[in-house]
């Protein structure tokens, strides 16, 4: 069994970017998005501050939320061999009723990629007050463009 990390959300988030769970690599250092061909950082460094990409997790975690955007993912845990949300079985859901009830000021939920949406939508349907939007994965097992990805996302949060 794996699991996924606490929240990162603060009384002025008003967007919550979901993925399904973290990868293998993203579970070794113990961070989101850590594998270095995912492109989530270089996303939201290109767009938010069009600045390098900071090593230090708590200043990527700092920058989102200067942005009023906290992350998360769908799943507490379940079972799966290697990265791919494919292999998911035996899933267990984060608590969104009680996350969204402590942090009414979320009103955005942005899914990276389909799968963390077709999860979520399995479990919770659609909340009221809520406004659902599905990226493309920032993952390296999607073989999207950086450049598409980026003007998809950046259509979004610009």
């Known amino acids: 069994m794996i699991n996924s ?13 979901l993925g399904t769970m973290p990868g293998v690599a993203s579970l070794t ?10 492109h989530f950082w270089k996303i939201i460094y290109t767009i938010l501050s069009n600045s390098t990409i900071s ?9 989102l939320q200067t ?3 906290g ?7 379940c ?9 998911i079985k035996n899933q267990k859901e984060n608590d969104f009723d009680a996350l969204l009830k402590e942090f009414p000021s979320i009103k955005k939920i942005v899914f ?9 939508l399995k479990k919770f349907g659609q909340i009221e007050g809520i406004t659902y939007y599905v990226m493309p994965s920032t993952s390296p097992a999607n073989t ?7 003007k998809i996302w950046s259509a979004f949060l610009d």
């Open 5 to 17: 990390f606490p929240a990162f959300v603060n009384s002025s988030t008003e967007i919550l970017i």
């Open 29 to 38: 250092k113990q961070e989101y998005y850590a594998h270095p061909r995912n």
């Open 55 to 63: 090593p230090i997790f708590e200043e990527k975690i700092e920058l």
């Open 67 to 69: 942005n009023k955007i």
């Open 71 to 77: 992350i998360w993912d769908v799943l507490e845990n």
């Open 79 to 87: 079972e799966r061999k290697g990265s791919l949300d494919i292999h």
């Open 112 to 120: 990276n990629g389909k799968e963390s949406h077709r999860f979520f």
């Open 144 to 150: 999207m463009s950086f450049e598409n990805k980026l």
